[in-house]
């Protein structure tokens, strides 16, 4: 699986949008980007995933650059409870048996009243 | 249930005793996952299984950990002799489908283990 980078943290106010960046520099055209957080002393929570097309769901919006190197996680309205670690994951497409999530370190977003 | 369901919530063992991790995935997923996660850290891979098959036990750091799904639905991770790096929080995860990496992977909130 392709690697990514992210910064270690960073903040935004409540009520602000939060736009976390994603570098994956080394993307195959067979791979996935899918975004999870985890909230302190949870599981990892799903939020969104893409393969070249921007998406939206009812969480965030995913955009992905044309060339795909890179990627942006937009949580359009931050609240305190969006506090949290989010992952950025290259995932292989298809890949028939195993299909495991690789996770990095993650950003640290913290959300200020 | 809704969810995958992990058990115990939290453990405390003692070094040098078995431990055993339950997991109970959403209901007809094919597809499970075990991590485990220290301190700081991100999720790590353990091993995976589709049905009763473990088809990928790469990331089990040692032989004292072992893993089954006997009937394809519940798991056991069981870990022997149990050492004081192996304090952590380990994650169960479950998937409906194979092979096709747009079915999204849903996990429990974690055993909690802490070995002294």
């Known amino acids: 699986d392709a690697k990514t980078t992210q910064p270690p943290s960073m903040d935004c106010a409540e009520g602000r949008a939060a736009n976390l960046p994603c570098n994956h520099s080394?993307?195959?055209?067979?791979?996935?980007v899918y975004w999870y957080r985890q909230i302190h002393s949870q599981g990892p929570q799903y939020i969104i995933h893409g393969l070249k097309n921007n998406e939206t769901n009812e969480m965030a919006s995913l955009i992905i650059t044309e060339d795909r190197k890179s990627s942006t996680l937009i949580l359009p309205h931050a609240t305190l409870r969006d506090t949290a670690v989010y992952y950025c994951i290259v995932r292989i497409k298809n890949t028939g048996a195993n299909s495991k999530l690789t996770f990095g370190k993650g950003i640290t977003l913290s959300v200020r009243p | 249930g809704a969810g995958v369901s992990q058990s115990p919530r939290y453990k405390v063992a003692k070094r040098g005793q078995d431990v055993a991790l339950r997991c109970d995935p959403i209901s007809g997923h094919v597809s499970l996952f075990w991590y485990q996660q220290a301190l700081g850290q991100g999720p790590e891979f353990l091993t995976y299984?589709?049905?009763?098959?473990?088809?990928?036990k790469s990331g089990l750091p040692s032989d004292r950990f072992f893993a089954e799904r006997p009937e394809g639905s519940v798991s056991t991770l069981k870990i022997q002799r149990t050492q004081q790096e192996d304090s952590a929080v380990y994650l169960c995860?479950?998937?409906?489908?194979?092979?096709?990496?747009?079915?999204?992977?849903?996990f429990g909130e974690g055993s909690w283990l802490t070995v002294v």
């Open positions: 080394t993307i195959s055209g067979n791979e996935y």
């Open positions: 299984f589709q049905n009763e098959a473990q088809l990928d």
């Open positions: 995860a479950s998937s409906p489908r194979t092979g096709y990496s747009g079915n999204t992977i849903y």
